[in-house]
């Protein structure tokens, strides 16, 4: 008596999660049972067989089209809970840390500019190197320190990118599944009613007037699906987009390191000017200094040699006199 008073089971009575698991197994059991009635409805020129067999898989998709306008239409329940997210990774993150940083940074960049436009200034080599090691040094800590904010924001972004995706992705596919579903169901339809369009042209009417429900009915299960995927999917871009707009500094930190390694770049070169300047102008000196101990060397060689020469010429005069006196004398 139970069984003789039990009312039939649609889809739209069943609840929401129920109803998307036993969708696709309803759908196969439906297959299986309307194929086997339309090959003996088309194998006697059943139109009317046909019909109805058709109507009933159009009925299906026309009911999964329902579902689907009770399950996708009501989106910002499920942007709240991508909201939720946004907020949950905006409260773990150590904003006093990272604005420490970004703070640092700038003052590293500041001072690292204004050591290198000093150093450029001047023109004492010793003076211009000095200044251009402590540019270089507040450089090298200004690289340090982006270094650390760059890994604080990729951290955020990929630890909310992960949470974002791992709740949106299992409503993506739910939402694909309907629609791959109810694609499935159009086919089936269109693939029944094929044999009409070469019965008659009664049987023809009748095909079109099949085909229309059946676009109709996976028009309206496309449409909610789609709007709702497409809202979902821009709602997960805005929450992490938001995020990270309300948390990360607006601080173009590579447009600065790259004016002040041109500043620190520039003061190096001209410390290394100066610097072999007055290493070209000290061995000028010292060349010059050679120079002249080789002149006056030569100089006093040459006097010497005179000298000897003079004195040589002398001692043989005295000897060639002596010489002579003893003869007279003798």
């Given at each position: 008596?139970?069984?003789?008073?039990?009312q039939?089971?649609h889809?739209?009575t069943?609840?929401?999660?129920?109803a998307?698991?036993?969708s696709?197994a309803?759908?196969?059991r439906l297959a299986?049972?309307?194929?086997?009635?339309?090959i003996?409805?088309a194998?006697h020129k059943?139109?009317?067989g046909?019909?109805?067999?058709?109507?009933?898989v159009?009925?299906t998709?026309?009911?999964?089209?329902?579902?689907a306008e009770?399950?996708?239409?009501?989106?910002s329940?499920?942007?709240?809970?991508?909201d939720?997210i946004?907020h949950?990774?905006?409260?773990?993150?150590?904003?006093h840390?990272?604005?420490?940083k970004t703070?640092?940074?700038?003052?590293l960049a500041?001072?690292?500019s204004k050591?290198?436009?000093e150093?450029?200034a001047t023109t004492?080599?010793?003076?211009a190197?000095?200044l251009?090691?402590?540019?270089?040094?507040?450089l090298?800590?200004m690289t340090?320190?982006?270094s650390?904010i760059?890994?604080?924001?990729?951290?955020?972004?990929d630890?909310?990118?992960?949470?974002?995706?791992?709740?949106l992705?299992p409503?993506?596919a739910?939402?694909?599944?309907?629609s791959?579903e109810?694609?499935?169901?159009?086919k089936m339809?269109h693939?029944?009613?094929?044999?009409l369009y070469?019965?008659?042209d009664?049987?023809?009417?009748k095909?079109?007037?099949?085909?229309d429900?059946?676009n109709?009915?996976?028009s309206?299960v496309d449409?909610?699906?789609?709007t709702?995927?497409?809202?979902?999917?821009?709602h997960?871009?805005?929450?992490q987009?938001d995020?990270?707009?309300?948390?990360f500094?607006?601080?173009?930190?590579?447009?600065?390191?790259r004016k002040?390694?041109r500043?620190?770049?520039?003061?190096?070169?001209?410390?290394?000017?100066?610097?072999q300047?007055?290493?070209?102008?000290?061995?000028?000196?010292?060349?010059?200094?050679?120079?002249?101990?080789?002149v006056?060397a030569?100089?006093s060689?040459?006097?010497?040699?005179?000298?000897?020469?003079?004195a040589?010429?002398?001692?043989?005069m005295?000897?060639?006199?002596?010489?002579?006196?003893?003869l007279?004398f003798?």
């Amino acid at each position: 008596s139970f069984c003789r008073g039990r009312q039939p089971v649609h889809l739209s009575t069943l609840p929401h999660g129920l109803a998307a698991l036993n969708s696709a197994a309803m759908v196969f059991r439906l297959a299986l049972f309307l194929g086997l009635a339309f090959i003996v409805s088309a194998s006697h020129k059943d139109i009317e067989g046909v019909v109805n067999s058709t109507a009933q898989v159009i009925d299906t998709l026309q009911e999964k089209g329902a579902i689907a306008e009770k399950r996708f239409t009501n989106f910002s329940k499920f942007d709240r809970q991508l909201d939720k997210i946004g907020h949950e990774a905006e409260a773990d993150f150590d904003a006093h840390s990272y604005s420490g940083k970004t703070k640092v940074f700038a003052e590293l960049a500041q001072h690292a500019s204004k050591k290198a436009r000093e150093s450029t200034a001047t023109t004492n080599a010793s003076i211009a190197e000095e200044l251009s090691d402590e540019a270089e040094a507040a450089l090298q800590n200004m690289t340090r320190v982006g270094s650390e904010i760059d890994a604080m924001e990729q951290g955020l972004h990929d630890e909310l990118q992960d949470a974002l995706a791992a709740k949106l992705d299992p409503e993506l596919a739910i939402a694909d599944k309907f629609s791959h579903e109810a694609s499935h169901l159009q086919k089936m339809a269109h693939s029944m009613m094929d044999p009409l369009y070469s019965w008659g042209d009664a049987a023809e009417d009748k095909a079109d007037k099949l085909n229309d429900d059946t676009n109709d009915a996976l028009s309206a299960v496309d449409k909610v699906v789609r709007t709702y995927r497409r809202d979902i999917t821009r709602h997960s871009r805005d929450v992490q987009r938001d995020v990270e707009h309300k948390l990360f500094a607006d601080q173009d930190r590579t447009a600065m390191w790259r004016k002040v390694n041109r500043q620190v770049r520039a003061a190096t070169w001209h410390a290394l000017q100066l610097q072999q300047l007055e290493n070209s102008s000290v061995l000028s000196l010292q060349l010059g200094s050679v120079g002249g101990l080789a002149v006056l060397a030569t100089t006093s060689a040459a006097a010497a040699a005179v000298g000897a020469l003079i004195a040589g010429f002398a001692a043989t005069m005295r000897n060639t006199r002596r010489s002579d006196y003893q003869l007279l004398f003798a």
